[in-house]
């Protein structure tokens, strides 16, 4: 099955390498190491690949602090590019639009400028400057028409690295709602898919057909816990994961944070759609630390109850 032009439903692999992390650069290497086989062979077939990373806020709130908590860590991007170094010359993109505030600015105050100058090859993407597609996307309430990124969708490879963080929308974001609601152009088409309830993950899933991350890092060093995805609190829960099965890496990161990965409506309709393994109730490979070692329940957003119905809108 083809999602679009470039990229396959199935996962190149499904097996994820957990470590535990007490640093962002070593714990994404460490975790890397132990996919490297599957990393250099795709590698290998392209010349150029996007990193999608998630600044959600790029400027001061007042009641908003630690905003850092809320960004992917540079040092996590850092590592991945390092680590291909020695296998890929290819171009990379690092790519993203911010939720509040100016996403240039984001790149500067958050590292990524300076990055970008680190390697010849890295180019800086803000989506507010991309093409875009216009998807009519059908739900079960309905239908919505949104501009997805075209570089998102067109990529011969789609990274995503992000920061684990309970959200009070969808209970749980890492690496896949990065992409796909980071996909949207616009802050308002953005808000529009709140504006549906429960319905926000059919509408998330709709989306993956278009954009979906094919390697997924997930760096748990430090991440977000209660009223996330911006105004939580620092959890120091000490891991670091990668796969190209991103389902099977959210989910497994969910649990890991303490969560049930089947209570997540877009995370079991992915898995409906044949978008991945979902963890545990499939065979995931998992190399490395044992799950059991690592899970450091993360407090929750209060309403989770409410968010724990969302199956109710079938």
Do not use: C
């Not at 962002?24 to 490297?36: A, M, S, Y």
């Not at 993109?93 to 939720?99: D, K, N, T, V, W």
């Not at 990529?155 to 920061?163: D, G, K, M, Q, Y």
């Not at 996909?183 to 898919?193: A, E």
């Amino acid at each position: 099955m083809i999602r679009n032009n470039t990229h396959s439903m199935t996962p190149v692999s499904n097996k994820i390498g957990l470590v535990r992390s007490q640093e962002h650069k070593q714990g994404v290497q460490d975790g890397l190491n132990l996919i490297k086989n599957d990393l250099q062979q795709v590698l290998a077939n392209i010349s150029s690949l996007t990193i999608k990373i998630n600044l959600v806020v790029t400027r001061t709130f007042k009641n908003h602090n630690g905003l850092e908590l809320a960004t992917t860590p540079v040092n996590a991007v850092r590592s991945f590019i390092n680590f291909i170094a020695p296998f890929y010359s290819g171009e990379i993109l690092i790519a993203e639009y911010s939720a509040r505030g100016n996403t240039k600015t984001g790149f500067q105050m958050y590292g990524f400028t300076k990055l970008a100058a680190e390697h010849p090859g890295i180019k800086l993407l803000d989506l507010k400057d991309d093409a875009v597609v216009h998807k009519k996307l059908i739900f079960p309430g309905g239908e919505l028409t949104l501009p997805l990124s075209k570089t998102l969708m067109d990529t011969p490879l789609l990274v995503s690295i992000a920061r684990p963080k309970t959200h009070d929308s969808v209970l749980v974001t890492a690496a896949i709602k990065n992409v796909l609601v980071g996909s949207i152009r616009g802050n308002w088409q953005r808000s529009k898919i709140h504006f549906h309830g429960k319905y926000i993950h059919h509408i998330l899933t709709a989306i993956a057909e278009y954009a979906f991350p094919d390697l997924a890092i997930i760096d748990g060093t430090i991440g977000m816990e209660g009223d996330g995805p911006v105004a939580g609190q620092k959890i120091n829960s000490g891991w670091a994961l990668a796969s190209f099965d991103a389902l099977g890496a959210d989910s497994l990161a969910s649990h890991l944070m303490g969560f049930e990965p089947a209570e997540i409506g877009y995370f079991r309709l992915l898995h409906h759609k044949g978008f991945g393994l979902l963890y545990p109730e499939n065979q995931l490979m998992v190399s490395g630390e044992k799950p059991e070692i690592l899970r450091t329940p993360y407090n929750p957003p209060h309403q989770i109850e409410t968010l724990r119905k969302w199956s109710e809108v079938f």
